[in-house]
């Protein structure tokens, strides 16, 4: 944030990035790389455990330790079964429920390739959508006309999280999916910036850099 209190460019641009790239729980290796590529201009340590955790730190020889912590995971879907005619059917990856998903457009993480397709239900003159609907469901059209032809890029275990763009609404809001988690990451690695910043840290580093 710059001295009005408001997210400067370089931030919300990183807020944006963090939140246009998919993180289901278990595949967050993609966000934390651009955690880490971001904290890293700043921090004078950034590392990883066995765990998948991501860590930014400043003055690692302090006696005295704090600790933030934010997650960069979001809630999806993981792919369970593929019938003959293409169509996906899939399970929870997180709380996430399924009557929101209707008609809903997604991304399938496929082994192959990224996949897009739309969260569809039994028709009206099928019985249509009941009232106590369950994620089974619900499946997902890619426009695959075979189980042969969508095999080719989706397995079952793969994730799919909703497609969503970022959105700016009245008054400085912020529209997207997951923001209830990755806008902690987010809080987490600028609190780390303003630190090494009023702290001498972070001017010494671009110092050295450029040399």
Not at 22 to 44: C, H, L, N, R
Not at 48 to 68: E, H, M, Q, R, S
Not at 102 to 129: F, P, Q
Not at 192 to 201: D, E, K, P, T
Request: glycine content about 10%; overall charge neutral; charged content about 25%.
């Amino acid at each position: 944030m710059d001295e009005t209190g408001y997210l400067n460019e370089k931030s919300k641009q990183f807020l944006f990035d963090l939140l246009s790239t998919p993180s289901p729980s278990g595949w967050e290796t993609d966000i934390q790389k651009k955690w880490m590529a971001y904290v890293q201009t700043f921090a004078d340590q950034v590392r990883t455990d066995a765990a998948g955790n991501v860590y930014g730190i400043l003055n690692p020889d302090a006696k005295f330790k704090v600790l933030l912590a934010g997650h960069c995971d979001e809630i999806g879907f993981m792919v369970s079964r593929i019938d003959e005619q293409g169509y996906i059917y899939v399970s929870k990856l997180g709380g996430i429920s399924p009557k929101p998903a209707i008609g809903m457009k997604v991304e399938i993480l496929g082994s192959g390739k990224r996949v897009i397709g739309m969260i569809g239900a039994n028709a009206e003159h099928h019985g249509g959508v009941k009232d106590d609907l369950q994620i089974e469901d619900l499946h997902i059209d890619t426009g695959a006309k075979s189980k042969e032809e969508i095999a080719r890029f989706v397995k079952i275990g793969d994730p799919v999280v909703y497609k969503r763009d970022v959105e700016l609404l009245l008054n400085d809001r912020i529209s997207g999916r997951g923001l209830d988690n990755r806008t902690g990451a987010f809080i987490v690695a600028e609190v780390l910036r303003n630190v090494a910043q009023v702290s001498g840290i972070w001017s010494r580093k671009s110092h050295c850099s450029a040399k």
